[in-house]
C-alpha cells in the first residue's frame, strides 16, 4: 500500500477535482469550470509546494474524508473547518504530512461553503481539453467523488512549500458585490436598477457552481420579449424571467438568452462562492 | 456595429443580423491567425453578437475593431461536414403540419439546405445551424423532454441542431444520426464549431424515397 493515489472514505455532499479552469473553449459551448474560490485553492497548493494549477479538491459544505496510500502531504484551506489524521486535530490553514494508510478527514465548514484539499503533487485524475477540473453544467472532467472511489496523486514536487501557513479573509456577514452595469442594463426600468443598486438580496439556497442564485426584489423589465442567445461572462448577473438576479460561477453555460443586467468583479466572486444561503448579498454598482 | 462593455475585461459587439454576426466572427478569426488582434481569450459568436472575453482594454479594442470593413461572409471552398440521418423522429409529423407538407417531404426540404453553425452552446458540441428559411420557423415544443437521446437531429425557430449527448430538450426531434458530435478523446472534440458548413444526408428508409445528390 505505496502506490500515489487515494481512496474516498467519505465522499460529503459534493467534493470535485478542481484546478484553474479550461478556458478558450467557450465558443464549442464548454463552460471554464475551476475552483470557485480560486484564491482557497492557490493558497493551499503553495502551501504543499504545488504549482497554482495543481487539481485539488473542492468540498460542499460537510467536507470529506480520504485515505492516501502513500505518505503525503496535504494542505486543508478555503472555508475554516475541523481537519483531523486517524481523528486527531491537526492544522488547518497548514502543510500537514499524513501518513500512507491514515485517513485524513476536512469536516463540516465552521464558516463559509467550500474548503480546499491540496496534495504534493495534485490530484492527477485524467485531463479533459487541458484541465482536470470537474464541470457539473455539461459533466466534462473527473466524476464528483464518490465512497471508495480511488483517485490518483501526481509526482511530489520538488520545490518547496513557498509559505508555511496561509492568510485567509473570512467569509462576510453581508456579500458586497461590485458591479459594472451592462451590457442589457437598458432591458431594464430606472426603478429596477434602482432596486438592484440599493435594496438587500439574500443567497438563495439554490445557489450551485453554475450560479449564486438570490432572492429578493424582482427586477422589472423595460423590454419584453426574448433577448437573442449571447455569449456570457463570468460574474454575469442575469435575470431570468423571475426577475431575481443570478450570479454566473465557474460552471455558467457559455451563451444565454436572459439579460445581463450588470458584470461582477472577478475580485468579488471567491466571497460569493463561501457565501451560505440566507447571507444578505448587496449590488455596488461602479461608476 | 454596436460595441458594449461586458465588465472590466470583455466586449460585446452587437451586428445588424445572423450573417452579419458570422462575418463578422470570421473576420475576428482571420485577424487573430494573422497577429493583427490583441491577446483575447474567447471569441464566442451568438446569434447576433461575438463575445470577446479576456481583453486587457475593452476601450481600445473597442475603438479598433469599429473602424474594421468587415467582408460579407462568402461561401469559401473549405469541406463541408456531412451529417447522415434517419427522418423518423418523433416530432416529424408535427413539424410537416407545421410546415404544410407531408412527412416525407421534410427529409427532402431538410436534407436539401446547406447549413452553417452560426454559434455553440447549450452543451459542449451543440451548434446552432442556420440555412433553414424562415417559412419553415417552428416553436419549440411547449413542454420540454426530460431525455433526448443523443444524436437525435432536432428544430427551432430556424435552427437546426444535434444533441451530443442525452440531455433535456425543448427542440422539435425530426431525426438521428449515429455521427459522434463531442468526442474529447478526439482531436478537435466538436465535430462542427462556429463557421463549419453542414449537410444532412438522409438514409436508411427514407433515402430511397428522397434519393441522394
Same mark, same amino acid.
Given at each position: 500500500?505505496?502506490?500515489?493515489?487515494?481512496?474516498?472514505?467519505?465522499?460529503?455532499?459534493?467534493?470535485?477535482?478542481?484546478?484553474?479552469?479550461?478556458?478558450?473553449?467557450?465558443?464549442?459551448?464548454?463552460?471554464?469550470?475551476?475552483?470557485?474560490?480560486?484564491?482557497?485553492?492557490?493558497?493551499?497548493?503553495?502551501?504543499?509546494?504545488?504549482?497554482?494549477?495543481?487539481?485539488?479538491?473542492?468540498?460542499?459544505?460537510?467536507?470529506?474524508?480520504?485515505?492516501?496510500?502513500?505518505?503525503?502531504?496535504?494542505?486543508?484551506?478555503?472555508?475554516?473547518?475541523?481537519?483531523?489524521?486517524?481523528?486527531?486535530?491537526?492544522?488547518?490553514?497548514?502543510?500537514?504530512?499524513?501518513?500512507?494508510?491514515?485517513?485524513?478527514?476536512?469536516?463540516?465548514?465552521?464558516?463559509?461553503?467550500?474548503?480546499?484539499?491540496?496534495?504534493?503533487?495534485?490530484?492527477?485524475?485524467?485531463?479533459?481539453?487541458?484541465?482536470?477540473?470537474?464541470?457539473?453544467?455539461?459533466?466534462?472532467?473527473?466524476?464528483?467523488?464518490?465512497?471508495?472511489?480511488?483517485?490518483?496523486?501526481?509526482?511530489?514536487?520538488?520545490?518547496?512549500?513557498?509559505?508555511?501557513?496561509?492568510? *485567509?479573509?473570512?467569509?462576510?456577514?453581508?456579500?458586497?458585490?461590485?458591479?459594472?452595469?451592462?451590457?442589457?442594463?437598458? *432591458?431594464?426600468?430606472?426603478?429596477?436598477?434602482?432596486?438592484?443598486?440599493?435594496?438587500?438580496?439574500?443567497?438563495?439556497?439554490?445557489?450551485?457552481?453554475?450560479?449564486?442564485?438570490?432572492?429578493?426584489?424582482?427586477?422589472?423589465?423595460?423590454?419584453?420579449?426574448?433577448?437573442?442567445?449571447?455569449?456570457?461572462?463570468?460574474?454575469?448577473?442575469?435575470?431570468?424571467?423571475?426577475?431575481?438576479?443570478?450570479?454566473?460561477?465557474?460552471?455558467?453555460?457559455?451563451?444565454?438568452?436572459?439579460?445581463?443586467?450588470?458584470?461582477?468583479?472577478?475580485?468579488?466572486?471567491?466571497?460569493?462562492?463561501?457565501?451560505?444561503?440566507?447571507?444578505?448579498?448587496?449590488?455596488?454598482?461602479?461608476? | 456595429?454596436?460595441?458594449?462593455?461586458?465588465?472590466?475585461?470583455?466586449?460585446?459587439?452587437?451586428?445588424?443580423?445572423?450573417?452579419?454576426?458570422?462575418?463578422? =466572427?470570421?473576420?475576428?478569426?482571420?485577424?487573430?491567425?494573422?497577429?493583427?488582434?490583441?491577446?483575447?481569450?474567447?471569441?464566442?459568436?451568438?446569434?447576433?453578437?461575438?463575445?470577446?472575453?479576456?481583453?486587457?482594454?475593452?476601450?481600445?479594442?473597442?475603438?479598433?475593431?469599429?473602424?474594421?470593413?468587415?467582408?460579407?461572409? =462568402?461561401?469559401?471552398?473549405?469541406?463541408?461536414?456531412?451529417?447522415?440521418?434517419?427522418?423518423?423522429?418523433?416530432?416529424?409529423?408535427?413539424?410537416?403540419?407545421?410546415?404544410?407538407?407531408?412527412?416525407?417531404?421534410?427529409?427532402?426540404? =431538410?436534407?436539401?439546405?446547406?447549413?452553417?453553425?452560426?454559434?455553440?452552446?447549450?452543451?459542449?458540441?451543440?451548434?446552432?445551424?442556420?440555412?433553414?428559411?424562415?417559412?419553415?420557423?417552428?416553436?419549440?415544443?411547449?413542454?420540454?423532454?426530460?431525455?433526448?437521446?443523443?444524436?437525435?437531429?432536432?428544430?427551432?425557430?430556424?435552427?437546426?441542431?444535434?444533441?451530443?449527448?442525452?440531455?433535456?430538450?425543448?427542440?422539435?426531434?425530426?431525426?438521428?444520426?449515429?455521427?459522434?458530435?463531442?468526442?474529447?478523446?478526439?482531436?478537435?472534440?466538436?465535430?462542427?464549431?462556429?463557421?463549419?458548413?453542414?449537410?444532412?444526408?438522409?438514409?436508411?428508409?427514407?433515402?430511397?424515397?428522397?434519393?441522394?445528390?
Amino acid at each position: 500500500m505505496n502506490d500515489r493515489a487515494f481512496a474516498v472514505v467519505r465522499a460529503g455532499a459534493l467534493t470535485t477535482v478542481q484546478d484553474l479552469g479550461r478556458s478558450g473553449h467557450a465558443h464549442l459551448g464548454v463552460p471554464r469550470s475551476g475552483a470557485l474560490d480560486p484564491y482557497a485553492s492557490r493558497l493551499v497548493n503553495r502551501l504543499v509546494g504545488n504549482p497554482d494549477d495543481a487539481a485539488v479538491l473542492e468540498t460542499t459544505v460537510n467536507g470529506c474524508a480520504v485515505r492516501p496510500r502513500c505518505a503525503v502531504t496535504v494542505a486543508v484551506g478555503g472555508a475554516p473547518c475541523p481537519v483531523t489524521v486517524n481523528g486527531r486535530p491537526v492544522a488547518w490553514g497548514a502543510a500537514v504530512r499524513v501518513p500512507a494508510g491514515a485517513v485524513l478527514e476536512a469536516g463540516a465548514a465552521v464558516r463559509g461553503v467550500r474548503s480546499y484539499l491540496a496534495f504534493a503533487g495534485g490530484v492527477a485524475a485524467e485531463p479533459v481539453l487541458g484541465s482536470r477540473s470537474t464541470d457539473l453544467l455539461s459533466g466534462l472532467g473527473p466524476a464528483p467523488l464518490r465512497d471508495g472511489a480511488v483517485l490518483p496523486l501526481g509526482p511530489p514536487p520538488s520545490a518547496a512549500a513557498r509559505f508555511e501557513a496561509a492568510p *485567509w479573509a473570512a467569509p462576510p456577514r453581508e456579500l458586497v458585490l461590485r458591479v459594472r452595469l451592462g451590457p442589457r442594463h437598458d *432591458w431594464f426600468t430606472a426603478a429596477a436598477l434602482r432596486t438592484f443598486a440599493t435594496r438587500r438580496y439574500r443567497v438563495s439556497p439554490a445557489s450551485n457552481r453554475i450560479g449564486l442564485r438570490t432572492e429578493g426584489p424582482a427586477l422589472v423589465r423595460a423590454v419584453p420579449g426574448e433577448l437573442p442567445s449571447e455569449g456570457m461572462v463570468l460574474g454575469a448577473v442575469q435575470v431570468p424571467p423571475d426577475g431575481r438576479p443570478v450570479v454566473f460561477l465557474a460552471d455558467h453555460p457559455t451563451t444565454g438568452g436572459y439579460p445581463v443586467v450588470a458584470v461582477v468583479r472577478d475580485e468579488d466572486l471567491a466571497a460569493a462562492a463561501q457565501a451560505t444561503p440566507g447571507t444578505p448579498v448587496r449590488f455596488l454598482p461602479l461608476g | 456595429m454596436r460595441t458594449l462593455p461586458v465588465g472590466e475585461r470583455a466586449l460585446l459587439v452587437e451586428l445588424g443580423n445572423g450573417e452579419e454576426a458570422q462575418a463578422f =466572427h470570421a473576420e475576428l478569426l482571420r485577424r487573430r491567425a494573422s497577429g493583427a488582434l490583441p491577446p483575447v481569450r474567447e471569441i464566442v459568436p451568438a446569434a447576433r453578437t461575438v463575445l470577446l472575453d479576456g481583453v486587457e482594454d475593452p476601450g481600445r479594442l473597442a475603438a479598433l475593431v469599429s473602424g474594421w470593413q468587415v467582408e460579407p461572409q =462568402h461561401a469559401r471552398a473549405e469541406p463541408v461536414v456531412d451529417i447522415p440521418v434517419r427522418y423518423d423522429g418523433p416530432d416529424l409529423a408535427v413539424v410537416a403540419a407545421l410546415w404544410g407538407v407531408e412527412p416525407d417531404d421534410v427529409a427532402r426540404i =431538410h436534407a436539401g439546405v446547406e447549413f452553417r453553425v452560426a454559434f455553440c452552446g447549450f452543451a459542449p458540441g451543440f451548434g446552432y445551424l442556420t440555412g433553414l428559411p424562415a417559412r419553415y420557423e417552428v416553436p419549440r415544443r411547449s413542454t420540454p423532454r426530460t431525455a433526448v437521446p443523443a444524436g437525435s437531429v432536432a428544430v427551432a425557430g430556424t435552427y437546426t441542431g444535434v444533441y451530443p449527448r442525452s440531455s433535456p430538450g425543448g427542440w422539435q426531434l425530426i431525426g438521428n444520426t449515429d455521427v459522434v458530435l463531442w468526442d474529447p478523446a478526439r482531436e478537435p472534440a466538436a465535430l462542427l464549431s462556429p463557421g463549419t458548413r453542414v449537410r444532412f444526408v438522409p438514409e436508411g428508409p427514407a433515402a430511397r424515397s428522397v434519393g441522394r445528390r
